[in-house]
T-cell receptor
Framework: NAGVTQTPKFRVLKTGQSMTLLCAQD?????MYWYRQDPGMGLRLIHY???????AKGEVPDGYNVSRLKKQNFLLGLESAAPSQTSVYFC???????????????FGNGTRLTVT | GDSVTQMEGPVTLSEEAFLTINCTYT??????LFWYVQYPGEGLQLLLK?????DKGSNKGFEATYRKETTSFHLEKGSVQVSDSAVYFC????????????FGKGTMLLVSP
């Protein structure tokens, strides 16, 4: 049981390049999330999904797009990377979703992205 | 909006010392409160939680009590180990049915032998 798997683990991009981060979960969770973690900022929610085929904006969605074509996968895309998007990105999933007090988030190990 | 404030780190302790990491929050009504832990190179894991006032969450020797009167959820451990070195995040979920987790900025704990 792998839990939440993120690929790649590391990536360096030049400004203006595009890339997709992949998140896969094998726990049959309905809810999936993308966070970014920056020093001194904690975790901030980028986008989330409440089920297959759905997506919604979080706290810091600008410059990112997401897709949830299959229940187990949640993709985060950067169409034109900027240095401000240098960060560590975490995917998470949960059985219950928004407002749930009883369903913890399960996190992947993160993707460290550097944009030069 | 909802917010969480944690003490800044790093917190540096010797093994077997007593640990307190302060956390206060701002939210309407009665949010649920959480502590997550992030070990080096890994994602966050739920450490403990409390869903109503005066509840005490506990796990792995860590404890935190939900204090409504002081809007606090301080994390404590009586005797830390080197393996407790990690970043600790306080978080809350508000009352709205559409609330997502709001995280504090995290506090790094370094425990030396």
């Amino acid at each position: 049981n792998a839990g939440v798997t993120q690929t790649p683990k590391f990536r360096v991009l030049k400004t203006g390049q595009s890339m997709t981060l992949l998140c896969a979960q094998d726990m049959n969770h309905e809810y999936m999330y993308w966070y970014r973690q920056d020093p001194g900022m904690g975790l901030r929610l980028i986008h989330y999904s409440v089920g297959e085929g759905t997506t919604a904006k979080g706290e810091v969605p600008d410059g990112y797009n997401v897709s949830r074509l299959k229940k187990q996968n949640f993709l985060l895309g950067l169409e034109s990377a900027a240095p401000s998007q240098t960060s560590v990105y975490f995917c998470a999933s949960s059985y219950e979703g928004l407002g749930s007090r009883n369903s913890p988030l399960h996190f992947g190990n993160g993707t460290r992205l550097t944009v030069t | 909006g909802d917010s969480v404030t944690q003490m800044e780190g790093p917190v540096t302790l010797s093994e077997e010392a007593f640990l307190t990491i302060n956390c206060t929050y701002t939210a309407t009504g009665y949010p649920s409160l959480f502590w997550y832990v992030q070990y080096p190179g890994e994602g966050l894991q739920l450490l403990l939680k409390a869903t109503k006032a005066d509840d005490k969450g506990s796990n792995k020797g860590f404890e935190a009590t939900y204090r409504k009167e002081t809007t606090s959820f301080h994390l404590e451990k009586g005797s830390v180990q080197v393996s407790d070195s990690a970043v600790y995040f306080c978080a809350l979920i508000g009352n709205s049915g559409y609330s997502t987790l709001t995280f504090g900025k995290g506090t790094m704990l370094l425990v030396s032998p």
